[in-house]
């Protein structure tokens, strides 16, 4: 996610109807993406990604930049997909409901390349299931969004080794995983 | 100093394999992959189990569907922005107002604290009259009395300001209250 103008924030902040849809819009599928991978489900990522934005233009007036939009606009997003993940306590093993997922039962149109994506998406939904809310935050964060270790630690406000700590044993599960023939 | 397999799988499961090691660190593990055998199989496996299936996510689109929802509260909350916004300008001018009546008191403060200091405790000024300072006013009032004593004998005018009582006792007057009250 790229760090957006000081100036557009400022006149959203300032109740700026159109600065806030340019933040949307710059931002929206980041928010999208990590909502879905944590809570797993489109409906929960909708509405967790709608609950952010409503608080982002909310609380924008009261950001003061002591820390990045962008930093900020990660926490707020882990945290409502956490509790949205944490209230619906679906048991959902194994299941994916992912739109891209679904896609692939039209194989008469889709491309050898499209089928091969379509099921990698497929796959990491699996391997994300099989973690723990925190341990998937985490690798979201690191795999899919690219954050530091450090950068991570801010968005989630835990120490750095907590961080590494929760990646290993993420890895480990992972590791397991396919080596019991769950890959 | 060199890394036994377990430190090794440590750093494998996580800071190597993100590139969250310095130099130095990074040439250490290189250098112990070149020789074991089991640990660079071991990297391999969480490569292909951990790490590579993420590598080719992508961002999922956010539905229109979302933005639709958020414009659609904010429009219906409108009320409720304007409201928010005053509150957020009668905190502001609160914190004002508290900084002012901080300043306030700590004048006051202040100022109690200096009269405190010009003006010499009860306690302490009898502490002053019980040594040194008594041997003074003694010997000042027995000047004044020889000169009432000088006054009465003579009918001549004392170089002190004395009144007679009607019981006839003299009452001598040292100054002003103020020059009274400090002696």
């Known amino acids: ?183 | 100093m060199p890394m036994n397999c377990e430190e090794m799988r440590e750093l494998l499961t996580a800071d190597y394999i993100d590139g969250e090691l310095d130099e130095g660190a990074r040439g250490d593990v290189v250098k112990h992959l070149e020789t074991c055998t089991r640990c660079r199989q071991f990297e391999e496996a969480v490569r292909r189990a951990a790490v590579e299936p993420f590598r080719h996510a992508q961002l999922s689109s956010a539905p229109a569907s979302v933005w639709n929802q958020v414009a659609r509260v904010l429009d219906q909350d409108r009320g409720g922005l304007v409201r928010e916004a005053l509150r957020c300008g009668w905190e502001r001018l609160f914190t004002v107002r508290k900084a002012v009546y901080a300043a306030a008191s700590l004048a006051v403060v202040i100022l109690i604290a200096a009269i405190l200091v010009r003006v010499p405790s009860t306690a302490s000024r009898r502490a002053r009259l019980s040594s040194g300072d008594v041997v003074g006013i003694h010997d000042y009032m027995q000047e004044q009395f020889l000169a009432l004593e000088y006054q009465g004998n003579n009918g001549a005018e004392s170089p002190v300001d004395g009144d007679m009582d009607y019981d006839g006792t003299v009452s001598v007057n040292f100054g002003t209250i103020v020059e009274e009250y400090l002696i």
């Not at chain 1, 909708?46 to 950001?63: A, Y």
């Not at chain 1, 959902?92 to 089928?115: F, L, P, W």
């Not at chain 1, 450090?150 to 290993?168: G, M």
Request: some cysteine; hydrophobic content about 40%.
């Open chain 1, 1 to 183: 996610m790229q760090a957006l103008p000081r100036e557009i924030l400022i006149a959203a902040s300032e109740g700026n109807r159109s600065a806030f849809e340019k933040i949307y819009r710059a931002t929206c599928d980041y928010v999208y993406t990590i909502a879905l991978k944590v809570t797993g489900n489109r409906a929960d990522a909708e509405e967790v990604t709608q609950d952010v934005f409503l608080k982002i233009f909310r609380e924008l007036k009261r950001f003061r930049f002591a820390s990045s939009f962008t930093t900020w606009l990660y926490r707020v997003t882990i945290n409502s997909a956490l509790n949205a993940t944490r209230k619906t306590r679906r048991q959902r093993m194994g299941q994916v409901e992912y739109n891209d997922a679904i896609a692939v039962g039209d194989g008469r149109s889709a491309t050898h390349d499209a089928i091969e994506r379509e099921h990698n998406v497929a796959r990491v939904s699996a391997m994300l299931e099989a973690l723990n809310p925190d341990q998937r935050a985490c690798i979201v964060l690191r795999e899919i969004e690219g954050l530091r270790y450090k950068e991570i630690a801010d968005v989630l406000k835990i120490p750095i080794n907590t961080v590494r700590s929760r990646l290993q044993r993420a890895r480990e599960a992972l590791l397991a995983r396919e080596q019991h023939g769950e890959g």
